[in-house]
């Protein structure tokens, strides 16, 4: 398996402008995590999806931030308008039974975006 | 919700010699505690996990502890080597809220100095 395939693998972008990152789950895995990691933050959970249904977006910053789930094979997080403040690795993960059952999460590469 | 703090936040150790990373949670309710391992620029992937009906695991180099009572756990790696330098995150499955989810550490930068 090619594992988590995120996309883009870097975006600088300038502020206000909109900012769609992807990602591609494991095949037959049916929760899907996304992740922002900071120096100031550390790692945060954004928000998640079991059999591509939001479960707990509780974890998104604001309604500039946004996530789809449309098929079990995809996933989009959205950001409009972007802001400097954004800057950040962005992680799609994925796992088979989910986070309550204790199975191994697996990492997308990230995507590192840059807003200025 | 569950709170995970970790300790150190760095930690320079000469190879050959072991080295500590501690964790403590607040939620009596958390069973599954993953360890992560972050080299620079990579994705953080698991390199241990311990659930809270064992005390202790270990493979090869590395071994979780795990104190329900005291509500901490530990991350040991013996004989450490150069490339063992990366950031370990710690983390504990929050069960005591009905949605589950995965509370991570702040970190802990590692480097073993040759």
């Known amino acids: 398996d090619a594992g988590v395939i995120q996309s883009p693998r870097h975006e600088v972008t300038e502020m206000g402008q909109e900012v769609t990152l992807r990602c591609k789950p494991i095949?037959?895995?049916?929760?899907l995590f996304w992740y922002r990691q900071t120096m100031m933050r550390g790692l945060e959970l954004l928000i998640y999806f079991n059999n591509n249904v939001p479960i707990d977006d509780s974890g998104m910053p604001e309604d500039r931030f946004s996530a789809k789930m449309p098929n079990a094979s995809f996933s989009t997080l959205k950001i409009q308008p972007s802001e400097p403040r954004d800057s950040a690795v962005y992680f799609c993960a994925s796992s088979s039974t989910g986070q309550t059952t204790g199975n191994t999460i697996y990492f997308g590469e990230g995507s590192w975006l840059t807003v200025v | 919700g569950e709170n995970v703090e970790q300790h150190p936040s760095t930690l320079s150790v000469q190879e050959g010699d072991s080295a500590v990373i501690k964790c403590t949670y607040s939620d009596s309710a958390s069973n599954y505690f993953p360890w992560y391992k972050q080299e620079l620029g990579k994705r953080p992937q698991l390199i241990i996990d311990?659930?809270?009906?064992?005390g202790e695991k270990k493979d090869q180099r590395i071994a979780v502890t795990l104190n329900k009572t005291a509500k901490h756990f530990s991350l040991h790696i013996t004989e450490t080597q150069p490339e063992d330098s990366a950031v370990y995150f710690c983390a504990a499955l929050d069960r005591g809220s009905t949605l589950g989810r995965l509370y991570f550490g702040r970190g802990t930068q590692l480097t073993v100095w040759p």
């Open positions: 311990i659930r809270s009906n064992v």
């Open positions: 095949s037959g895995h049916d929760y």
